[in-house]
């Protein structure tokens, strides 16, 4: 429910002729939307008795002052350059290093040998920092703790996003000054709406040619559908980028000294400045009085609002979800870092001002959701969101929604019911750890020698709560893996590792050829692991070709009446099945496209014998008698049966149920589906049409394409299967000047030559084929 009211909450606001208007419809909007998500999440005390926890003064006054925050985008936009600022100027780090830096020790947060050699990052790494920010309304020193987690930009690492954000109360969505909203910017966007994560948008690279970003504050708007309005603008463009104007507290703010490190805070506009920036204040003005009531009253009144309204509004509104102010600077040019961390200070929620729930596994799976308080008194509520396998045993990362977690003390896994004692408690700083004696409310650590899953909740006993798991994306594509000579006993034990540590890498043996397959999100990902076999466990790998996770489905309803008898000495087998299966749409929230439906009334069946039914309907499910790749999007519905009193068992309905829907299977027009990749292009326009024809004789479908400057950027959805060697075509095609990337959009019917290619080539792979 929660889910369904975030394309509300995010719709972006139509310009109408009147602010009356524009503000009356606002306030409805977001009136029936706090509504709704009043009515899906919270219990009131009425409904039930949920015992609550205040917070105390400390409480508050903690929580008040700390962070959780994410900091995401496309790939090169420079994420892990600024998380590198943020703790050289908080302190953190005593020197910069640069991702692909000629010292050769690159960023910190990039602590793998393989992220500082292919310049990218791979997984998600932790750290904390503080943060004196200035109130320059007060001009009081606050001092913020700021725990931070830097995540990839690669749509193959997608999973360290995912589980990034699913414990992170606020973000910072980096885009690059010229390229801005990409392929990837757009999926960790979706991420964002799925989590409910308020975000600031840092507009980055302001020091390169063609930086234009009043381009990229049109493109959040229309692209990211989210209203956003700039709350800087430039002092310079590209090489004499130095500065910003604050356009909330009408300053102008220059970066000097060493490094960026000598923050100039100056009341005077430049003069060549003061027409663009009075400009750029009314139209943030403009875009609050949208989605806030406060401004938009003001505006209907013809007043002007205070600085202090203005920050205000931003805040409300990008706590809301309503709105996302849009920060400039650059980077590597270390100007702009420091703005952003007031920003992030200013206008991002802290622990009690982000909404968490937990389910109450004692009451039915529909019963609301009970609201989590960051108390320290509280009972604990914790979620593991992240596994890695340390030196000393496996690391748990963990983020604690309620109560306080204690080292040694003993915590109850909500899945397993399984009790563990906490042996170690550490704070992470990239691979470096700091050991604490105990960790609040609202905070992210990591316990060492704690067995257990990714997404997995612990508690204190005292509470039945469990929390939501991510959303975990199925695999795109597979490849036959083998070791190079003998197999040693660290093959496996590096696979169930790596399938440990990362949801979305699978590893399984194929039946008939006996090959070990693993299975990623994309050839990147799996070429990662298998050189990490090599480097971690010394086991050198032969792959095989790529193979793309096709599946199969049905596209009409075909009814079954199917009976199974088989009769031995003693006991036999009987079941009988009548129903239908039909094609079955993706659930919204879910994601799930398989169901089992029981619609029999009087008895027909025993209800012992429903688990064997559902049991053969997944079953056969495994496998497509087309292609023998898995079958997605069915329903099947049992309507009525019969069963013998002694020859009836759960198996004999399971043998049944498999039996009738491969008999069904083949009258309901089943197709094999492949998976399709929206693909960027990148490359100078004097390519254009080499690019373009190129994605043409891969039967590509050019959805966009843009042109600026001197470059231009094409958007098409391709068949994965079509996009082998792509990138060794796109160097040719562009003098190495060209770059792609790509992400999983959807499963689609292939072409019906090609089907029946693959149906020859499934049927040369079956036992009876070969014995002829």
């Given at each position: ?5 975030l ?12 602010l009356?208007i524009?503000s009356?419809r606002?306030d409805?909007?977001?009136a029936?939307a706090?509504?709704?998500l009043?009515?899906a ?7 039930d008795s949920?015992p ?6 400390q409480d ?6 700390q962070?959780?925050?994410g900091v995401s985008?496309h ?5 892990t350059?600024?998380?590198e600022r ?13 991702v692909?830096?000629r010292d050769n ?8 040998d393989l ?11 932790a750290?904390?920092?503080?943060w004196?920010?200035?109130n ?5 020193k606050?001092k913020?703790a700021?725990n931070?987690?830097?995540t ?11 589980r990034?954000?699913?414990v992170?109360?606020?973000?910072i969505l980096?885009?690059?000054a ?12 979706r ?8 975000r ?7 020091d390169?040619?063609?930086a234009n ?12 559908r989210?209203?956003?309005?700039a709350v ?8 004499s980028?130095?500065g910003?104007?604050?356009?909330v ?6 970066n000097?000294?060493v490094?960026?490190?000598?923050v100039v805070?100056?009341?005077e506009?430049p003069?060549?400045l003061?027409e ?5 204040r009314k139209?943030?003005i ?5 989605v806030?009531?406060?401004?938009g ?9 205070s600085?202090a309204?203005?920050?205000?509004a ?6 809301g979800?309503?709105f996302?102010?849009?920060f400039?600077?650059s980077?590597?040019?270390n ?22 729930l ?6 039915p799976?529909?019963?609301p959701?009970v ?15 992240k ?12 983020r604690?929604?309620q ?11 909500a ?8 042996p ?18 609202g ?13 997995d ?13 991510m ?13 190079k ?7 496996s034990?590096?696979?169930?590792r ?14 008939e ?5 693993i299975?990623g999100?994309g ?12 480097r ?5 790998c ?6 793309v996770?096709?599946r199969?489905t049905?596209t009409s309803?075909?009814?079954f009446?199917?009976?199974h008898k ?12 009548i ?10 929230e879910?994601?799930?496209d398989?169901?089992?439906v029981?619609?029999?009334l009087g008895g027909?069946?025993?209800e012992g014998y ?5 049991k053969?309907?997944y ?17 099947l519905?049992?309507?009525?049966g019969g069963?013998?009193?002694?020859d009836s068992s759960?198996?004999?309905?399971r043998i ?8 069904a299977?083949?009258?309901?027009s089943?197709?094999?589906?492949e998976?399709?990749?929206?693909v960027?292009?990148?490359?100078p326009?004097?390519?254009q049409?080499?690019v ?11 959805v966009?394409?843009e042109?600026?400057?001197d470059?231009f950027?094409?958007i098409?959805?391709v068949?994965?299967?079509?996009m082998?060697?792509?990138?060794n075509?796109?160097?040719?095609s562009?003098q190495?000047?060209?770059?792609f990337s790509m ?5 689609m019917?292939v072409l019906?030559?090609?089907q029946?290619?693959l149906e020859e080539?499934?049927?040369k ?6 014995s002829?």
């Amino acid at each position: 429910m929660l889910r369904s009211t975030l394309p509300i909450l995010f719709s972006s606001i139509p310009s109408l002729p009147s602010l009356f208007i524009r503000s009356a419809r606002c306030d409805r909007r977001w009136a029936s939307a706090a509504t709704t998500l009043k009515k899906a999440s919270v219990i009131t005390p009425e409904e039930d008795s949920v015992p609550t926890y205040p917070l105390s003064d400390q409480d508050r006054s903690r929580l008040r002052l700390q962070r959780n925050i994410g900091v995401s985008a496309h790939i090169d936009s420079g994420k892990t350059t600024l998380t590198e600022r943020i703790l050289y100027y908080t302190g953190r780090i005593r020197e910069i290093h640069e991702v692909r830096g000629r010292d050769n020790v690159g960023a910190k947060m990039d602590s793998m040998d393989l992220e500082r050699e292919k310049g990218i990052t791979i997984q998600s790494a932790a750290t904390f920092c503080d943060w004196e920010a200035t109130n320059p309304i007060t001009n009081e020193k606050e001092k913020y703790a700021i725990n931070i987690i830097d995540t990839p930009g690669h749509v193959d690492f997608t999973i360290e996003v995912e589980r990034a954000l699913r414990v992170l109360d606020g973000a910072i969505l980096v885009l690059c000054a010229v390229a801005g909203v990409q392929s990837q910017t757009t999926t960790v966007d979706r991420q964002m709406r799925r989590y409910n994560v308020p975000r600031i948008s840092f507009v980055n690279k302001m020091d390169r040619p063609g930086a234009n970003p009043w381009r990229i504050v049109n493109q959040i708007r229309t692209k990211l559908r989210i209203p956003a309005a700039a709350v800087h603008v430039p002092i310079g463009v590209e090489d004499s980028f130095s500065g910003v104007v604050d356009l909330v507290h009408w300053r102008s703010i220059y970066n000097q000294g060493v490094k960026g490190n000598e923050v100039v805070v100056s009341e005077e506009i430049p003069a060549d400045l003061l027409e663009l920036a009075t400009a750029k204040r009314k139209e943030l003005i403009e875009q609050l009085a949208d989605v806030d009531e406060e401004i938009g009253d003001l505006v209907l009144m013809d007043e002007s609002p205070s600085n202090a309204q203005i920050d205000a509004a931003i805040r409300r509104a990008t706590i809301g979800l309503k709105f996302s102010p849009v920060f400039l600077g650059s980077a590597i040019k270390n100007t702009g870092v420091q703005p952003l961390l007031d920003g992030v200070c200013a206008y991002l929620p802290n622990p009690s001002e982000a909404e968490a729930l937990a389910h109450d596994t004692e009451k039915p799976s529909s019963a609301p959701m009970v609201p989590l308080t960051p108390a320290a008194d509280a009972p604990l509520v914790g979620l593991a969101f992240k596994l890695e396998e340390g030196r000393f045993g496996q690391l748990t990362y963990m983020r604690v929604y309620q109560g306080t977690l204690k080292k040694a003390n003993t915590i109850y896994n909500a899945r397993t019911g399984k009790k563990v004692k906490v042996p170690r408690l550490v704070r992470m700083h990239s691979n470096e750890m700091e050991d604490v004696s105990s960790i609040g409310p609202g905070e992210i650590c990591a316990m060492f020698g704690v067995e257990c899953s990714s997404g997995d909740t612990f508690t204190d006993g005292e509470t039945s709560y469990s929390m939501t798991s991510m959303y975990v994306p199925e695999p795109v594509i597979s490849l036959a893996i083998k070791s190079k000579g003998i197999e040693t006993p660290n093959f496996s034990r590096a696979l169930n590792r790596f399938q440990k540590e990362d949801p979305t890498f699978r590893v399984h043996v194929d039946h008939e050829s006996k090959e070990t397959i693993i299975s990623g999100m994309g050839e990147l990902h799996l070429e990662i692991y298998v050189e990490r076999m090599r480097r971690e466990y010394n086991v050198d790998c032969i792959t095989g070709k790529p193979r793309v996770a096709f599946r199969e489905t049905i596209t009409s309803r075909a009814d079954f009446n199917y009976t199974h008898k088989k009769q031995t000495g003693g006991a036999g087998q009987f079941a009988k099945v009548i129903g239908y299966i039909e094609p079955m749409q993706p659930d919204e929230e879910s994601g799930k496209d398989t169901e089992f439906v029981n619609d029999i009334l009087g008895g027909a069946i025993p209800e012992g014998y429903f688990p064997g039914v559902e049991k053969g309907f997944y079953e056969a499910l495994e496998k497509g008698t087309l292609s023998g790749n898995p079958i997605s999007g069915c329903r099947l519905i049992l309507v009525d049966g019969g069963y013998h009193i002694v020859d009836s068992s759960e198996l004999a309905f399971r043998i049944a149920t498999i039996g009738a829907f491969r008999e069904a299977y083949k009258l309901a027009s089943p197709v094999i589906l492949e998976p399709i990749m929206t693909v960027e292009v990148i490359a100078p326009v004097e390519f254009q049409s080499a690019v373009i024809g190129g994605l043409n004789t891969r039967r590509g479908t050019i959805v966009d394409s843009e042109v600026r400057d001197d470059e231009f950027t094409c958007i098409a959805e391709v068949a994965l299967n079509d996009m082998f060697g792509y990138s060794n075509q796109l160097r040719g095609s562009t003098q190495g000047k060209g770059e792609f990337s790509m992400e999983y959009k959807t499963h689609m019917p292939v072409l019906p030559h090609f089907q029946k290619e693959l149906e020859e080539a499934y049927k040369k792979t079956m036992p009876q084929a070969k014995s002829k």
